[in-house]
């Protein structure tokens, strides 16, 4: 499976993004997509999965109640639609997909397979 993300871009605090994921190769049905990202000088957390069928999502308490993650297996597509963005959002932003029978909650960055190259979000104050 190939990833690529994109929609990243440059926007106020407060305002809204969303992100792409597109997949390409065989199997996109068969894996859990999560969304990560990597703020300058952190280390790359975890921030959204979604499981196979799209019927089940996991959040990180950090943007609970302002992302929302889902997929379009039709498309071969996840979407990560970003609101109310704050500054400490700002980060680049990557998905990956996983193989895995875990919980959503339980997949660590170890249990990913695949990763995309990252697309930039940056949010002004």
């Known amino acids: 499976v190939q990833l690529q993300a994109s929609g990243g871009g440059l926007v106020q605090a407060g305002g809204s993004l969303r992100l792409s994921c597109a997949a390409s190769?065989?199997?996109?049905?068969?894996?859990?997509i999560g969304w990560w990202r990597r703020a300058p000088g952190k280390e790359r957390e975890r921030v959204a999965v979604?499981?196979?069928?799209?019927?089940?999502?996991y959040y990180e308490d950090f943007v609970k109640g302002r992302f929302t993650i889902s997929r379009d297996n039709a498309k071969n597509t996840v979407f990560l639609q970003m609101n109310n963005l704050r500054p400490e959002d700002t980060a680049v932003y990557y998905c990956?997909?996983?193989?895995?029978?875990?919980?959503?909650?339980?997949?660590?960055?170890?249990?990913?397979?695949?990763w995309g190259p990252g697309t930039q979000v940056t949010v002004r104050p």
């Open positions: 990956a997909a996983a193989w895995t029978s875990l919980e959503l909650s339980q997949v660590g960055i170890r249990g990913y397979d695949y």
């Open positions: 190769g065989r199997g996109f049905n068969d894996y859990v």
């Open positions: 979604v499981n196979y069928m799209g019927t089940s999502t």
